[in-house]
């Protein structure tokens, strides 16, 4: 990984032919960074289309797409496999079939290797997720080995922890009192 997209850093531009449904003439649909422009995105990508662990991961996704939806956040997923591919494997895997986010297909590479996420052995794109904040500024970056799926419950509670926009502690989750809080309360005694 020559180069890396990181914490404090623009999120590049992009265009990108993505699948959005299994419905006849509406599979297709490009994706750009204007289709989350001033809200809060999580883009995450995951090696290849047709293995075993990627679909646990974008099943999971699904399964919490209203939690994100209630949290003003647009989902989206990636991976280096084309639109064509991406569409036979919805139709195919039944954890896939109904899907409520684009899979984007970054058939040249080039966002992969713009991100610093692309596995120079293989050429695919390592197990990422960016949160990305409403200006286009990565906000929480978190990479895993190929044969590790990742949490959807932590993307869930950094988002929540970063949308506060305040101090939070060590295993913080949403509802808990942040650190700026606690020293308010601790200021307005003293």
């Not at 914490?7 to 993505?18: H, Y």
């Not at 991100?115 to 906000?139: C, H, M, Q, S």
């Amino acid at each position: 990984m020559s180069n890396f997209v990181t914490v404090g850093m623009k999120f590049p531009e992009f265009k990108k032919k993505s699948v959005v449904s299994i419905e006849k003439d509406k599979e297709f649909k490009n994706i750009t960074n204007e289709d989350f422009k001033g809200r809060w995105a999580v883009m995450f990508w995951w090696p290849k289309d047709f293995t075993f662990v990627c679909p646990t991961e974008i099943a999971e996704f699904n399964k919490n797409y209203s939690n994100f939806q209630d949290r003003d956040t647009v989902l989206l997923g990636a991976s280096t496999d084309t639109e064509y591919v991406h569409l036979a494997w919805r139709k195919d895997h039944s954890d896939l079939r109904d899907l409520r986010f684009p899979m984007i297909a970054d058939t040249s590479k080039s966002l992969a290797e713009e991100l610093g996420i692309l596995n120079e052995g293989e050429k695919i794109a390592y197990r990422a997720t960016f949160i990305i904040d409403p200006e286009g500024i990565v906000r929480w970056v978190n990479i895993n080995d190929l044969s590790v799926g990742r949490n959807v419950s932590e993307v869930l509670r950094v988002l929540d922890a970063l949308q506060t926009d305040e101090l939070c502690p060590c295993n913080w989750n949403k509802g808990q009192e942040t650190l700026t809080q606690q020293q308010a309360k601790a200021e307005a005694v003293a």
